[in-house]
């Protein structure tokens, strides 16, 4: 019989979280060590809490199991919301330093997903958005992995 197993993920990056940084969710994931325990990047989490691209270089590609690809609009540390989220490549997230870093650390490119909660993106025709929003995660993933 074959065992099942499911990729368990840990988000980080919100003031009211109890972890906060990328840094601090991986520590929690390399102690727990077990194979379906990883953690979803999500660059606007990442940037928001001042996750730092350091930390990112030390981890392991491997447990990274889930990009949540995404830009926003510069406000302070610590002060952005979900709705603040923007098309990724038009924001201040520097989303080539995050790819490059997750290229050279071996992350497989399993999983990206587009994620925005932005308002005015969501009054839109939905193709619109599939559209915009594909152009946009293609261009940055492209420039990044070839």
């Not at 840990?10 to 520590?27: D, L, M, Q, W």
Request: glycine residues 8%.
């Amino acid at each position: 019989m074959k065992k099942w197993t499911q990729k368990k993920t840990y988000i980080s990056g919100h003031p009211a979280a109890s972890i906060n940084t990328f840094g601090e969710a991986y520590e929690i994931i390399q102690a727990v060590d077990m194979d379906n325990v990883g953690i979803t990047l999500d660059c606007f989490h990442f940037h928001g809490m001042d996750s730092k691209i350091s930390d990112l270089a030390q981890a392991d590609g491997k447990k990274i199991f889930i990009v949540h690809l995404n830009d926003t609009e510069d406000f302070p540390i610590g002060a952005l919301l979900d709705e603040d989220r923007l098309w990724p490549g038009t924001g201040c997230i520097n989303l080539d330093e995050i790819f490059q870093t997750l290229k050279k650390i071996g992350w497989a490119q399993d999983v990206v997903s587009l994620e925005l909660f932005r308002p005015e993106y969501y009054r839109m025709n939905p193709n619109d958005v599939y559209r915009i929003g594909k152009e946009h995660a293609d261009a940055v993933i492209k420039r990044n992995f070839g």
